[in-house]
């Protein structure tokens, strides 16, 4: 049995959203389910020996200007998941794509000393799982990416792990 931590919600319009948009990405909303095109996995950036909570997660993506979390889930080590956007509010995690993309970040993707690592630990991987099983059931035709991974994505490791390689395997 799953035992959702987090609201899976369908929203609506979300107040002083759209400063944080491109003109391209304008709205708060997505046009629909059929719009969600990628569930697009994050990881943190943080090092896998230190805690990286909520709190502070919101208060950086504050302190670049967004509302909230850009993310629409955020996925502890110890396993907790929590929701930060409503599925069909554009997030702001993966630009251009943020209109048409669900954002999963899990805590960490480096190892102690800093490099790019997969640190997700066992309960991650389950709950990761988990979440994609139900986004897929609800969003059917969405791909699974990194956001490496995404065309024109800014270069950089994350999820610092190979997401094609785990759901070509059927691990995601």
């Known amino acids: ?32 389910p059929d719009s969600v095109r990628f569930l697009v996995i994050h990881c943190s950036a943080t090092r896998s020996d230190r805690s990286y909570p909520v709190e502070r997660l919101l208060r950086d993506h504050r302190a670049r200007g967004f509302r909230t979390v850009g993310y629409h889930f955020y996925l502890r080590r110890d396993g907790t998941l929590t929701q930060h956007r409503r599925l069909l509010e554009v997030g702001a995690h993966a630009r251009p794509y943020n209109r048409c993309s669900i954002g999963i970040c899990y805590e960490g993707g480096l190892d102690p000393q800093g490099r790019p690592a997969d640190t997700r630990t066992p309960v991650q991987r389950e709950r990761l799982r988990q979440l994609l099983s139900l986004l897929r059931e609800l969003f059917p035709e969405a791909c699974v990416v990194g956001h490496r991974d995404l065309p024109g994505a800014t270069p950089k490791a994350c999820p610092c792990f190979d997401v094609g390689a785990e759901v070509a395997n059927g691990w995601l």
């Open 1 to 32: 049995m799953i035992d959702y931590q987090f609201p899976v919600t369908v929203g609506d319009i979300i107040a002083n959203e759209r400063q944080l948009l491109s003109s391209v990405e304008d709205g708060t909303l997505m046009a629909g």
